[in-house]
């Protein structure tokens, strides 16, 4: 957030409420911060204004006495304007905010207002505003200003820039692009979904380098590596003397992502518990550090992902329903690489350069049959099955020409002799990965292989795994069983 906004920028707002108390008191709010305000009391005046000038952001009621603030929202669209719309909401309405960020609202409040937060958003409404004007996205911005700031000319070129990260031009991929400059410009949450390995990450980071919080932090979290008894701690921060050994005050994700995005991996994996508490934390906007009086409020962009159906977990009871109603406001898919087949040249491209640079090495030439012979295996692994390929390729190649003899094949089955054995063998190898991939935390560990906590005790015991901290082997298996 710019705090210098309304001093550089003295933005034009029009605040639409029948209310004149509240009308008086936004105007009067926003006066102070040293915008133009204009008002109006019902839709019909409001269109009014808007055929008469340009605004750099529009504050309206749901409710209006001649209808309702989504009707203003859809003709904002209707004629490619570039005033970005917040748009209050009765307290406790959720499926109406929800709607109006479908329908394009930049962002919304519930009623009552917190007038800082109302600061706050009407800024980053009002900034947004300026930057799709000076960037050129809509054909009826108006030229810039002589308050526009040296790297607004660039933004264009910077969001073709961060768009070049993912790899490719097939249609579905120049779909998923277009999809995040659409969704950049809003505080609506997304949902990424896309199989394991596809990259829902960079499409995360994506969005937040195209919106206007691209200058603020982006804090990544993986849901399925904390453990259960700590997620709070890790999400909303704790104070100091809260838990045994905290001795200073430490911030959680939500803090350290302040004016910016929360990207949430694999939110599928969260326990229901913690839903609950997330859920409470995006509709209200406030966070409550463990051992603390008070809650803050909170200033961030919700991002998540996951590989897994979450509308099947609603189903099932694993996941809640109103998060997942409050998340999937705007949903990006990203293609499976056997979607995209003809991306396998520029993706190899990128991926051997980025290799061949971390370890110091020759870029490689692809030989001929190479593009030929990745097009035929599954890789159902995807974009980082694909990195792996290569990885091991250019480690095993002796020349500069990257050969089908340094790519994998077909997987050769052979018959073990002493089955058992050999099961054992491949059970203790999946669990040793991935307790290692979720840093030996044996709940995370668990959840990720459908088993219960008892249940993997059980194999690591049976199996003789010792993790770090546990000296597993050694338990009872009479205990466990």
Known sequence: MNASVPALLPGRILIIDDEPDLRILYELTLLRQGYCVE?????????????????????????????????????????????????????????????????GAFDYLTKPVDLKQFRSVVASAVQETRNVSLAGLKSDARPPGPHATASAPGKAADLAAILQKLVGETPVMRAVKSRIVKV???????????????????VARAVH??????????????????????????FFGARKGAYTGSTQDRPGYFQAAKGGTLFLDEIGDLPLAM?????????????????????????????????KDLAAGVLSGSFRQDLYYRLNVIEIMVPPLRERLDDLPALC?????????????????????????????????????????L????????????????????????VPEDLQNFLDS???SILVRVLQETGFNRTAAANR????????????????????????????LDDLA
């Open 349 to 389: 491209d990128a991926l051997l350069a980025r290799i061949c640079q971390e370890s110091g090495l020759e870029i490689p030439v692809l030989s001929p049959g190479v593009v030929a012979h990745l097009r035929s295996l599954p890789l159902n692994g995807n974009v980082r099955e694909l990195e792996n390929i």
């Open 391 to 414: 990885h091991r390729a250019v480690a095993l190649g002796e020349e500069s020409l990257l050969q089908v003899e340094t790519l994998p094949g077909e997987p050769v089955v052979t």
């Open 184 to 202: 950049a410009g809003s505080m609506a949450p997304v949902l990424i979904r896309g199989d394991s390995g596809t990259g829902k990450e960079l």
């Open 449 to 476: 292989l459908g088993l219960s906590l008892r249940q993997i005790r059980y194999r690591i015991a049976r199996l003789g795994i010792t993790t770090p901290g546990h000296d597993d082997a050694a338990e009872s």
């Open 275 to 307: 839903q609950s508490k997330l859920l409470r934390a995006v509709q209200e906007r406030t966070v409550r550090s463990l051992g603390s009086p008070q809650e803050d409020m909170i200033d961030v962009r919700i991002v998540s992902a996951t590989h």
């Open 426 to 428: 491949q059970e203790r």
């Open 209 to 234: 380098g195209c919106s206007h919080r691209a200058s603020s932090p982006f804090v990544a979290v993986n849901c399925s590596a904390i453990p259960e008894n700590l997620l709070e701690a890790e």
């Open 39 to 103: 008002s109006a009391a019902d839709l019909q005046q409001a269109r009014e204004h808007l055929k008469s000038a340009r605004f750099d952001a529009v504050i309206t009621d749901m409710r209006l006495p001649d209808g309702l603030g989504m009707e203003l929202l859809r003709d904002l669209a209707q004629q490619q304007r570039a005033e970005r719309c917040v748009v209050i909401t009765a307290h406790g309405s959720a499926e109406n905010a929800v709607e109006a960020l479908k329908a």
